[in-house]
């Protein structure tokens, strides 16, 4: 029995642990008077986590590398950017709650933190291997121009040199960890508590991205380090070692979940190995479910060879569970503290035979109960195919066109989705490539009519000239992975209406998933630059600033950048009317009413208050004067209170 403290609180304690909660980098470990270990606060990173500024200072032994503060910084550093809204190359708009968004995924990141906070139940990335040539990103991290520009070979239209990571480059493994962990830190804090994200990986970094995740997740959140059987056929001309296996790390947001492993589990998973010697395990009463049926079991030997098992006392089964403490021999796998310990943490065992040969264990979770996940990941282990069954999958989807040459198989992304025991959340990849994670969310949702939603993020990079996919059309990598989600929705939606044309009388037909997104694109902000000296200014610049908002930006641009500004899911429904005459945008039942012409009227004003909308917002040009702005305020104070306003 636990004993009473009979003390105080320890507030350093508790405040170590709030900040361990915000920020778990910072926590160390140090010695107290006694010389024991205890968790400390490096105050030093600390500093650096709440400062604008590089902090100057001493990087000392720890994992560190050339541009980590820079690094760091960078997560923390705002942009003056917005997402653009891209009806034409969308499907389903208007019911779709998928996103898709073109962009570097930092700065989609950034844009997306108000809006997602907290919300992601799942990322899965796929990054760049670094294995010499497979990464381009607008990432400077401090370097001068002179340094940034013997490394660079070309520039993108903004002025940015695209940076490739070359194995010549001194900065190799430094310029890897510098472009993932502001995107890893950023991604932590989209992930709802009880979120996960997997990430794949080789050989080339997973050393230093296990690294970059025990500090930017917390050592103690990582859940294990799956092991992929990518390849049937390992690369034969290695001189060292014929890789077959790549690896997908798992980190927790907190300890607030348990997987999901493969059903098949149930036929495959013995606790009895007859490696161990005979032990005897005592189990207490409803710790065991059967699956056979109620009644006496008498006591005695069981099996045969290495699976013998002695029961030393009558077990009685009601409702398929046991009703009294009993005994058992056998060779078990674990010991009875190991056994204590799993049924205190929730865990049941139970057996599959009335022979008691067989024993398995699971875990009850939301009503279900099911097998953990082993960290091996294969076709016979959990049905996962390999890199080129992905492949040949994507081959047959663009008619024969290789479009990519190295990709996941919908297996792998399927499987690791499962493993949440949950059908509706959201996934986030935000190293999309050929959008599998997206196929993935959208056949799993056909068969087990789950709402799962997705967000996938990919940099618009060129497809080489000289590629298939470049003479079949596809100028870069997003065109790949829109069409895809496209070819594949279609293909889904086949599937479906073809099974409920073969449905039995008093079947449910299945529901068609959603096959949508919404196609979004990284761009500079609505609003004119007008930060200038007051000598700069000349009369056409100040005709110039009679709007503040860009010529081109549309009314749809500024509704979703408003949306991000206000930290509002861009999947939420979109109503656009008329009132006398003027465009008037609600959002989500009145969680949002937008108006961006110039000179509203007064009744226009009237009219959106009356319906008390949650949050308002207009643009300052909607506003004749000074007065009109008083007055329109005053109408809302009259009829909409409650109603938070704006005004761009």
Known sequence: MEKMKMETPDGTKKNIERIKALFPNVITE?????GNLKEGIDFERLKQELSGDVVEGTE???????GKKAAILEAHTPIRKTLRPCIEESKDWETTENLYIEGDNLDVLKLLQESYLGKVKMIYIDPPYNTGNDFIYKDDFAMDKEEYEDQTESIDEEGHRLFRNTESNGRFHSDWCSMMYPRLKIART?????????ISIDDNEVHNLRKICDEVFGETNLIGIFKWNHTSKAPTLSQKIRGKYEYILCYEKSDAIMLRGPDSYNEAAPLFNSGNPISKIVFPQNSVDFKFADGTYNKGIYGKGNKI????????????????????????????????????????????TPKFTTMYYSLEVGGGKFIAPSDLLNQEECEVLRNDEGCIELKTLFEDIIVFDYVKPISLLKYLIRMINNNNFLVMD?????????????????????????IMVQLPEPCDESSEAFKAGYKNICEIGKERIRRAGEKIKEEVQGTNKQIKMGEEPKEVPDIGFRVFKADSTNMKDVYYAPHEYSQERLLDFESNIKEERTELDLLYGVLLEWGLPLSLKHEMETVEGIAVHTIDHNALIACFACQVPENVFVEIAKRQPLRAVFRDGSFSSSQDKINAWEIFKEHAPNTQIKVL
Do not use: C, P
């Open 30 to 34: 140090m010695k107290d008077e006694k």
């Open 430 to 454: 935000f190293f999309s490539g050929s959008a599998t994670t997206a196929h993935a969310v959208m056949q799993l949702n056909a068969e087990d009519s789950g709402k799962r939603k997705f």
């Open 309 to 352: 098992v002695e029961i030393h006392d009558d077990i009685l089964v009601n409702n398929q569970k046991n009703v009294n403490e009993f005994r058992i021999s056998a060779r078990f796998k674990w010991s009875q503290t190991t056994i204590n310990t799993r049924i205190k943490e929730g865990q049941k065992l139970f057996f599959k």
């Open 190 to 198: 989209l992930l709802s508590e009880d979120g996960l994200i997997f």
């Open 60 to 66: 000392r032994y720890d994992f560190t590398w050339v």
